[in-house]
């Protein structure tokens, strides 16, 4: 195959500028070269495509039907190199680009669709593709850079992680429907000593568990957790009346049915949600915490 004719993006721009102003001494002029430099760049993308693209006139240049016909295109691959350079200068600065954002089951119903909501306003070339994990599967999903950023309830992380805090979130109380203490306006977290918590195994959501936990023994006791409990039977077993369980609040609207949650009276206990990253504060991910820190200060969030 026979290579194709070689030129630059400048000599398409001058053309262009020359074929807009119908003169080299103004195309000159509104490019801030010589007008020999126009004569010499016209001449050179001519020779390259072997055809002569302007004619001068005693008043002025005009345009040949080759001329015409390339220059729609011309301008069709100035204005596409044009938004390339748009595009990766945004991208350099985190304002375009793909964010891969994992996610927690805590900030399903609240925290993470006013976040991408708030993402897709600000900048919205930034495509997020977001997907629900375990919390104890995100250091292992950063660090083999399978996601660039993650958003779970606050726990210890391997080194070389970072991470900020994004959103407070109280916690209430969730229990059937029918224990007697559902008709409480508040509860005291002592009084729950005895019962018996529901709460997701820490090998599937270890921030959460540790904030159950440590809430409990700074209320002065150690919770008794349900063995059995798994990711699946815990609103179950709350619906059938088999224990109690700390749940974060925005979870209110999407409980299943028979489970009320009930407000824990002071002191009471909070849920921190952390954004998690592994790389170094790339610009998309940098550009994605501001977004994040507005939101959490219009919100109220911390």
Not at 21 to 38: E, G, M, N, P
Not at 105 to 125: D, G, H, K, M, N
Not at 188 to 216: H, I, K, N
Request: net charge positive.
């Amino acid at each position: 195959m026979l290579p194709g004719p070689v030129f630059e993006l400048r000599q398409l721009r001058t053309f262009a500028a020359v074929a807009q102003r119908r003169s080299f001494t103004r195309a000159a002029d509104d490019l801030h070269i010589a007008q020999q430099a126009v004569s010499q760049q016209i001449k050179a993308l001519e020779r390259s495509l072997g055809v002569t693209l302007l004619r001068r006139t005693p008043r002025r240049v005009e345009l040949t039907a080759e001329g015409t016909v390339f220059l729609a295109d011309c301008r069709r691959v100035l204005a596409a190199a044009d938004r390339a350079v748009r595009r990766v200068q945004a991208a350099a600065r985190g304002e375009a680009g793909t964010l891969r954002l994992a996610y927690t089951l805590t900030t399903v119903w609240e925290t993470i669709p006013r976040l991408l909501a708030r993402l897709s306003q600000v900048y919205p070339q930034v495509k997020v593709e977001a997907r629900e994990v375990f919390g104890a599967d995100i250091p292992e999903l950063l660090t083999t850079e399978r996601y660039d950023l993650a958003l779970a309830p606050k726990t210890s992380c391997p080194a070389g992680f970072h991470s900020r805090a994004v959103r407070r979130e109280p916690l209430r109380v969730a229990l059937s429907e029918t224990d007697p203490l559902a008709r409480s306006k508040r509860i005291q977290l002592a009084s729950l000593a005895d019962r018996l918590f529901e709460v997701w195994p820490r090998d599937m959501a270890p921030g959460f568990y540790d904030t159950v936990v440590g809430a409990c023994r700074i209320a002065g006791f150690e919770p008794e957790l349900d063995e059995q409990a798994t990711g699946n039977t815990v609103w179950g077993n709350l619906a059938r009346g088999r224990g109690v369980a700390l749940i974060n609040a925005s979870l209110a609207e999407q409980l299943p049915r028979g489970i009320t949650l009930v407000e824990l009276a002071q002191p009471a206990a909070t849920l921190t949600y952390d954004a998690v990253w592994h790389q170094g504060e790339l610009p998309l991910i940098q550009r994605s915490l501001e977004v994040a820190a507005e939101l959490a200060k219009e919100a109220g969030w911390l």
